[in-house]
């Protein structure tokens, strides 16, 4: 059972927005930036969002992030077929057993 | 261009120790902490630990305590990770990943380690 939660999947047709959810906690999300990977099946993750809503260099402007509170979302706007791949947040958490990253349990994203 | 190449696959019997290596190329490899983060079969990702590979400090899941090492070589450039008394459930793909600063930006191509008596 991952310390983030996030839907075990979700859909959408091409050209449709989308959203996923990531909820946390306040030793985590609360007090930390949430990051989102993306999975390509086969293929190692890559960054996707970083520090709530920036998007790296090459990653299209039709991928945003947000954060309130202890839980966050990542949006994909105009969806495309290659956009079919696993999504993870992730964030650092202020354990009592000392600092560590929590990952969420992944959303697999099919277009329709 | 930054990159990390990992070794190749591992088959090992329950018990038994392996140890994964992650070269870096491209960057000043003191500069960047480095994770690793392991993917079982089907399942999401899980952290497994950081390590500075300025001064070697590391930071270890609580779950890991005890079992895995992370050390490194600045002669190379190059990070490992050495998990010992290994079992069935530590099957797993082993990846690196380079901490930029607020997030992994740069993952090596992955380490599969099948444990299998």
């Known amino acids: 059972q991952s310390v983030l939660t996030q839907p075990p999947s979700a859909s959408g047709t091409p050209g449709q927005r989308v959203t996923i959810s990531c909820s946390g906690s306040?030793?985590?999300?609360?007090?930390?930036?949430v990051n989102w990977y993306q999975q390509l099946p086969g293929t190692a993750p890559k960054l996707l969002i970083y520090?709530?809503?920036q998007r790296p260099s090459g990653v299209p402007d039709r991928f945003s992030g947000s954060k309130s509170g202890t839980s966050a979302s990542l949006a994909i706007s105009g969806l495309q077929s290659e956009d079919e791949a696993d999504y993870y947040c992730?964030?650092?958490?202020?354990?009592?057993?000392?600092?560590?990253?929590?990952f969420g349990g992944g959303t697999k994203l099919t277009v329709l | 261009q930054v990159q990390l190449v990992q070794s190749g696959a591992e088959v090992k019997k329950p018990g038994a120790s392996v140890k994964v290596s992650c070269k870096a190329s491209g960057y000043t490899f003191t500069s960047y902490y480095m994770h690793w983060v392991r993917q079982a079969p089907g399942q999401g990702l899980e952290w497994m630990g950081i390590?500075?590979?300025?001064?070697?400090?590391?930071s270890y899941a609580q779950k890991f305590q005890g079992r895995v090492t992370m050390t490194r070589d600045t002669s190379t450039s190059t990070v490992y990770m050495e998990l010992s008394s290994l079992r069935s459930e530590d099957t797993a793909v082993y990846y690196c990943?380079?901490?930029?600063?607020?997030?992994?930006?740069?993952w090596g191509q992955g380490t599969m380690v099948t444990v299998s008596s």
């Open positions: 306040s030793s985590n999300i609360g007090s930390n930036t």
């Open positions: 990943a380079r901490d930029g600063g607020s997030a992994c930006n740069i």
């Open positions: 390590i500075n590979p300025s001064g070697g400090s590391t």
């Open positions: 520090s709530n809503n």
């Open positions: 992730a964030a650092w958490d202020d354990s009592l057993n000392g600092p560590c990253v929590v």
